[in-house]
């Protein structure tokens, strides 16, 4: 699998952070908002009910095959993120 990076914004509905993989992958993701958070979960994911990403903070999670990573802003303000997908 290539190496992509790409900046994706967490608003008020979930937004996938990669696309279903047959060889599974793993995604660094920094949030890049220096006070609003974000939650990371399923396509359910709702802000407070996630797993919480705080501001200025980064995560490394692995991805089993064919699974999704979702984002969404867990306060009043969207939150840019940087994910690179390896």
């Not at 958070?37 to 919480?52: T, W």
């Not at 939150?79 to 390896?86: E, F, I, K, Q």
């Amino acid at each position: 699998m290539a190496i992509s990076a790409q900046r994706v914004t967490a608003g008020v509905a979930a937004v996938a952070l990669n696309t279903a993989s047959t060889g599974g992958q793993t995604l660094l993701i920094k949030n890049t908002d220096a006070t609003n958070g974000a939650d990371l979960g399923a396509s359910d994911v709702a802000a407070g009910g996630g797993f919480a990403l705080a501001a200025a903070t980064t995560v490394t999670v692995s991805i089993k095959p064919g699974d999704v990573l979702y984002a969404i802003r867990s306060a009043g303000s969207d939150v840019s993120l940087a994910v690179l997908r390896t």
